[in-house]
């Protein structure tokens, strides 16, 4: 069974959502609610954070927790990929609220085949990646990481798919990018953008 890594970086996140501190707050975990639901649905899923309502998130959805180290997205993921077993796994941001168990199987089809899989966002950084094993992650993330990654893969003579699924790729940096997702946001993204400034 395909294993999920997602990172959670938590109150210092989402920073360009243009909104209240508690807002923000109420979003980014409720993003990640959703996230969470999907993941663990499909499975073992490990969420990386300090943050207290993220792992509260853990618990309720039966997600396991990790403590994030410090040091970045990379350095958390490096972390939790450490503690997984071997085989394939998913890495999976957590401010994908359109995201569903089905996108999930269909993503990790890609590692299942040997291959590592990305999903690049519209700004050239990483949602996601499907590898086939831990050891092939390479900490890359930030500007224009999806190129980085797939630089990486041809260079260890890996085949690297680009995989084109929406509510992966769809992820959520703004206030308008909520609004554009709209409807298609998960439950729990919902009813946190019901209090929100629209």
Known sequence: MTQIVVPFRGENGKQRLDASEETRTRLSLAMLGDVLAAATMTGRTHL?????????????????????????????VAAALAHLDDGPVLVVNADLPCVVPHDL????????????????????????????????????????????????????????????????????????????????AGPRTQAALDGSPR
């Open 105 to 184: 199987r269909t993503f990790a089809g890609t590692a299942e085949l040997g291959a590592i899989g990305y999903v690049e966002a519209v700004d050239g950084t990483t949602n996601a990646l499907a590898l086939p094993s831990a050891a092939l992650f390479v900490p890359l993330y930030g500007q224009g990481s999806a190129a980085r990654f797939r630089d990486h893969a041809d260079s260890i003579g890996i085949t690297v798919v680009s995989c084109a699924i929406p509510n992966l790729r769809d992820d959520v940096d703004t206030l308008d990018d909520l609004r554009r997702i709209g409807l298609r």
């Open 48 to 76: 990386v954070t300090r943050d207290a309502g993220g792992l509260a998130l853990a618990v309720e959805l039966g997600a396991e927790a990790l403590a994030e180290p410090g040091g970045g997205q990379g350095a958390a």
